[in-house]
């Protein structure tokens, strides 16, 4: 959230900013921010802030993303065609490497994935070759549930320790292996349950 904020301030050309003015644009507390930014080290000066280009280079190197990160889409779907184009991965330090589907219809299909970029749609089955032969590291699964387990399975034994999911089932990975569950209909349901807590509250009144 610190590295969003600041990228925005960074286009709006602010080149010192506060920590209450930081603060204030995640919604955390001034001593917060300071707390979280201490780890980074000394990058604010007292009295005057912090250099907006400096902690954005110290946040991108402590995220790791200060390089870009090559990644695979598995699962051409509708999640998965506007994740492959939204461009925040690229801003974000990710390339989308490769599409991979098992549906013989749409293998072969160009995509237009970013301004001009286009990558073809491969067939799952050559899934392990390429990750093993272009050093990929992380992952999106968007498929059905049913397939979800079966290509997680592929990606953990080709290599891949760090797997971000969209499918809504838990997936059994082995010990070392990073999984990022995005149940979108899990995060609506703690939407529906606030309301719900909300309503109950106004009719005890």
């Known amino acids: ?3 969003r904020a600041l990228t925005e301030f960074k286009s709006r050309g602010v080149e010192v900013i506060s920590s209450e ?4 644009a995640v919604n955390v507390t001034s001593a ?9 080290g000394g990058h604010g000066t007292r009295g005057v ?4 280009v ?10 790791g993303v200060d390089k870009q990160w090559p990644i695979v889409i598995v699962g051409c779907g509708n999640l998965g065609m506007s994740l ?4 925040g991965f690229t801003n974000r330090g990710f390339k989308i490497s490769a599409l991979f589907d098992a549906a013989p219809e749409i293998i072969g299909k160009v995509v237009e994935i970013s301004e001009g970029q286009k990558i073809f749609i491969k067939d799952v089955a050559g899934l392990s070759t390429f990750i093993r032969e272009n050093n990929i590291q992380i992952a999106v699964i968007t498929t059905p ?18 797997i971000m999911t969209f499918a809504p089932v838990t997936l059994a990975v082995p010990s070392g292996v990073d999984v990022r569950q995005i149940d979108l209909a899990s995060e609506l349901q703690i939407l529906t349950f606030h309301e719900q807590t909300k309503a109950n509250e106004v009719i005890a009144i």
Do not use: F
């Open 1 to 3: 959230m610190y590295l």
């Open 145 to 162: 549930a049913a397939a979800a387990q079966s290509v997680c399975d592929t990606l953990v034994n080709a290599g891949i320790y760090s």
């Open 32 to 40: 917060q921010l300071r707390k979280d930014l201490s780890h980074l």
């Open 84 to 87: 492959a184009k939204y461009a």
């Open 21 to 24: 003015e930081l603060a204030e």
């Open 49 to 52: 802030g912090y250099d907006v």
């Open 54 to 63: 400096v902690l954005i280079q110290a946040l991108s190197a402590t995220l």
